[in-house]
C-alpha cells in the first residue's frame, strides 16, 4: 500500500482523508457560529431599535450570547435575540415586560420564555459558590487540617448526583464529618458553623458513598 510522507511520519491515504474531513467539519462549525452570532446581532439592534432600548441593554445581551452560545444553538435568531434583551433588561437594572419585546418580533411567546429560562438557570448556577468554595469556608470555621479538606472533597466529588439540589453546607458538614473520621465533638461544631443540626448532618452522612 502506498504511504504518504508527512513530517517525517507516514500516513495511510484514508487516514489524510479523514483528516481533511474533519477539519473541514471544524471550519463549517466555526463559520456557521460567526453566521448565526451576526443574525442574532441584527435582530438584537433592530429590536433595540423598535423597543427604544438602552445600548447598555443590547451590549449585556451581546455579552451573553457570547458566553451561553450552546444553550440556545435549538432556537431561532429572533427567539434567541427576544430573550436575550429581555434578561439583559433586568440585569441592566431597567426590566422591561415582555411583550414589549415580542410586538417588535414574530417569536414566539412559549419559545422566548424557554430560552430565556435556559439562560436565567445558567446565570444562576455561575454565580453560586463552588462545592470547593463551600468545603473550604467551613473548615476554616472549625480550623480542619488541608487533609480533610482533600478528602472531603473526595466524598463530595463520588456524590455529586445525591447533592442535585440539595442544601450544600449540610452535605459539606457531612462530608468534613466523614473525612474526619466521625469525630463526635466535631459534628457540634460543624453544625453551628453551618447552620445547621446534628441531626441533618447524621442523616446526610448516612447517603453519602465514601
Known sequence: MKLVVKTG???RPEHGARWRRLAKFHRETLHG???????????????RECAGLPLSVVEEAEALVKRYFDLVVGFPPEVVAVALLW????????????????????????????????????????????????VKTLA??????????????????????????????????????????????????LAEAAGTTTASIRNAAKRLRV
Open 9 to 11: 511520519m507516514a500516513v
Open 33 to 47: 457560529r460567526e453566521r448565526r452570532l451576526v443574525k442574532i446581532g441584527g435582530e438584537l439592534r433592530r429590536i
Open 87 to 134: 434578561t439583559a433588561a433586568r440585569a441592566a437594572g431597567v426590566p422591561r415586560p415582555l411583550e414589549d419585546f415580542l410586538k417588535c418580533s414574530k417569536a414566539s411567546e412559549r419559545r422566548v420564555r424557554k430560552a430565556a429560562w435556559r439562560l436565567k438557570e445558567a446565570i444562576r448556577q455561575s454565580k453560586r459558590p463552588s462545592v470547593q468554595d463551600y
Open 140 to 189: 476554616a470555621r472549625v480550623d480542619l487540617p488541608a487533609s480533610v479538606v482533600k478528602r472531603a472533597l473526595d466524598i463530595l466529588e463520588r456524590n455529586k448526583r445525591v447533592l442535585f439540589g440539595k442544601n450544600p453546607w449540610v452535605w459539606t458538614a457531612a462530608a468534613l464529618w466523614l473525612a474526619s473520621l466521625k469525630k463526635l465533638g466535631l459534628l457540634k461544631a
